[in-house]
């Protein structure tokens, strides 16, 4: 696996791929990899000739300083485990080259309306972020594909929506989230888990479970049931900041004929912010 850090070694590496007619798919990540981002690297691989996967600690997307500052930073496992998934090249810039003028002078990118509720409710100018840096990563790399995990629900179908609406041209393709044995969704900030924290966590996904048995019996009383997961994501000691059920197509409240739902939670465990969803 080549690692390079500059936007110009990016495109020598890429231009001979291109030249000859090689796919390429892109997994973005910000390092401090797990088994989920590994599948991605897989599904990548399956998809294409070349996989080339990025880190980068967005410092855009960050809604509170000491959460961009607490980041776990793990290039040199991070690199191994890349290579041995079978990536061809790593990207791994650092802030300068992505944003040369500044975070305050770049152009940003906004989905509105979708990227305003809730995560984008929660921490504001997120998703503002994410779209932005995803926007640049597409324009250095050009890929044919792209592959996202689904735990980040509502940021997969913002980026699928900018991808759209600027006819970047880009296939963006989904893998399932990767749990533990216990159903805790993997995420790189659960290292900041604390034995008893942890043995809360899986929490979360329980209460999504049941409300999506609910939903699979028939049950249509949508503001108790999503109470009902909020009383027992806090019996659990967990502080729900939101738990709610939506059309699986654009995150609109559903009405009484839809049937393609999603249940968005997101809850604090102790120092980590934990989110979750069930298709």
Known sequence: MQTVHTRAALAAALDPWRRAGERIALVPTMGNLHAGHLALVRRARAEADRVVATIFVNPLQFDRPEDLAAYPRTLEADAAALAGAGVDLLFAPAEQEVYPRGRDGVTRVEVPGLGDELEGAHRPGHF???????????????????????????????????????????????????????????SSRNGYLGPEDRARAPALHAALSVFGEALTRGERDFPALEQAARSQIEAAGLRPEYVSLRRRQDLDLPGPGDRELVILAAAWCGPARLIDNLP
Not at 130 to 143: D, E, G, I, Y
């Open 128 to 186: 503002i972020g994410v779209a932005t840096v995803v926007c640049k990563l597409f324009a250095m790399t050009r890929p044919d594909v792209a592959v996202f995990g689904e735990k980040d629900f509502q940021q997969l179908l913002i980026i699928r929506t900018m991808n759209a609406d600027l006819d970047l041209g880009v296939r963006v393709l989904s893998e399932p989230t990767v749990r533990e044995p216990d159903g805790l969704a993997m």
